[in-house]
C-alpha cells in the first residue's frame, strides 16, 4: 500500500483542519493582568466569570442552566448555557480574579464608585481578551475560507470586514485596558461614572458588558465609530440580581470624555418608568454578554421573542444599528418597577 502520510490534503480535510485551528486559537487563555502585576499571578489560568456566578447567573438558572441567543447552525436562536459556562473568559488567573473582583462577587451591586469602576473594568478585560482572540484567530479562518469548495466573494469581503474591525477594536481595548489598571494602581476613580436603577424585582435578564453606543436614547450621535482617527469611548451595561430579592440595572463609565457625558446626561433624562425598558433596549441591541432565566424566555410571545432576534441582530453587517435604535418603541416586556434611582457622577476633568 502507498504511503499517504505526505499526501496533499483534500478540500474538505484542508477545510476542516483550518476549522480546528481556528477554535482551538479561540480557547487560548493567558492572565491579563500578568502584564501589570507579574509578581501577583498565580499563573494558572482559569475560566473567569464576566458576570457573577452564585449571585447572579444562578439566581435566574434551572437545572445550572440559563439561555442565550446567538447564531446557531446558521440561525438566531435562544439556546441553554450551563452557568459554569456561561459569560466566562480565560482572561484572569485564579489568584487575581479572586483579589480583583471580591468587591462584585461578595456582595449586591448598589453600586459605589469602586464597584462601578469593577464593572466597567471586568467587563473590558473579557471584550478585550475576546478581541485578541479573534485577532490570533484570523488566520486560520481566512485559511478555512480559501479551502471552501464555494466561491463566496461576500463572504472575503465580511472576513476583511471583521478582521478590520477587531485590529482596530483590539488596538482601543488595550490602550482602555492599560488607562484601567492605572486608575486601579493609582486608585484615582474620579473619571468614574454611573447611572444604575435599583429594582424591586428580580431581573429576569441578567449580564455586563463593555460596549461602544454611537447614540444615545433621544438618537443624537455621542461619537463616531466609523471614525478609526478618534477615540472610542465604551459604556459598561450592566443588569444584575440582589442576594435578597430585586436587582439593579444601569450604565457606567471608566473615563470622562465628550461622548461619555452625552450618554451620562441622556440616561439621567429617563424617567423611573422608561428607565428599565430603555435600558434593557440598549442591553439586548448592544451587549452580546446577557443571559436570560429559562421561565421568562419560555413565556414569551413568538411575537416578543422576535424583538429580542431582532435587537440581538443589531450592529450586525446585515442590520446597522441607527439612530433610532435606541428609541423608545412603545414595549415593555419587563415589569420591573424602579425604587431608586443610584447616581455616580464623574468629577475627574473630560478627556480630548
Known amino acids: 500500500m502507498a504511503d499517504q502520510t ?17 477554535n482551538k486559537a479561540r480557547q487560548a487563555g493567558w492572565c491579563l ?7 501577583g499571578c498565580s499563573g494558572r489560568v482559569i475560566r473567569a466569570h464576566s458576570v457573577q456566578k452564585s449571585r447572579g447567573l444562578s439566581t435566574i438558572a434551572e437545572g445550572g442552566h440559563v439561555m442565550a441567543i446567538g447564531p446557531q447552525g446558521g440561525a438566531w436562536q435562544c439556546y441553554p448555557v450551563g452557568i459554569n459556562r456561561a459569560s466566562t473568559f480565560r482572561g484572569f488567573c485564579a489568584k487575581h480574579d479572586n483579589q480583583l473582583f471580591a468587591e462584585l462577587d461578595d456582595r449586591d451591586v448598589r453600586p ?42 461576500r463572504g472575503a469581503e465580511l472576513i476583511e470586514a471583521f478582521r478590520l474591525g477587531n485590529e482596530e477594536g483590539h488596538g482601543e481595548m488595550h490602550r482602555e485596558h492599560e488607562a484601567a489598571w492605572q486608575q486601579l ?18 431581573p429576569n435578564v441578567v449580564g455586563a458588558g463593555w460596549v461602544s453606543s454611537e447614540f444615545d436614547f433621544q438618537g443624537r450621535r455621542v461619537q463616531d465609530l466609523r471614525d478609526f482617527s478618534r477615540r472610542v469611548d465604551g459604556t459598561v451595561f450592566f443588569s444584575l440580581p440582589f442576594a435578597g430579592g430585586g436587582g439593579v440595572i444601569g450604565l457606567g463609565w471608566l473615563t470622562r470624555s465628550k461622548a461619555t457625558n452625552l450618554l451620562f446626561r441622556s ?36 411575537d416578543e421573542e422576535a424583538w429580542f432576534y431582532s435587537r440581538a441582530r443589531l450592529g450586525t453587517p ?16 419587563v ?18
Open 6 to 22: 505526505n499526501r496533499p490534503l483534500g478540500a474538505k480535510a484542508r477545510l476542516g483542519k483550518a476549522r480546528g485551528q481556528y
Open 33 to 39: 493582568a500578568a502584564e501589570f502585576d507579574p509578581a
Open 112 to 153: 459605589t464608585r469602586l464597584q462601578a469602576f469593577l464593572l466597567g473594568f471586568r467587563a473590558l478585560a473579557h471584550e478585550s481578551h475576546k478581541k485578541a482572540v479573534e485577532v490570533s484567530a484570523l488566520p486560520a479562518m481566512e485559511s478555512a475560507h480559501r479551502c471552501s469548495d464555494v466561491k463566496n466573494p
Open 185 to 202: 494602581h493609582i486608585g484615582d476613580f474620579s473619571a468614574v461614572a454611573c447611572v444604575a436603577y435599583r429594582l424591586t424585582d428580580t
Open 267 to 302: 440616561t439621567l433624562r429617563l424617567t423611573d418608568e422608561e428607565a428599565p425598558h430603555a435600558l434593557l433596549r440598549f442591553g439586548v441591541s448592544l451587549s452580546e454578554n446577557l443571559y436570560y432565566a429559562p421561565s421568562f424566555w419560555r413565556e414569551l410571545s413568538a
Open 318 to 333: 446585515t442590520q446597522p444599528i441607527d439612530a433610532r435604535s435606541l428609541l423608545e418603541d412603545g414595549r415593555r416586556i
Open 335 to 352: 415589569s420591573w418597577s424602579v425604587v431608586e434611582r443610584i447616581v455616580v457622577p464623574p468629577t475627574g476633568p473630560i478627556q480630548s
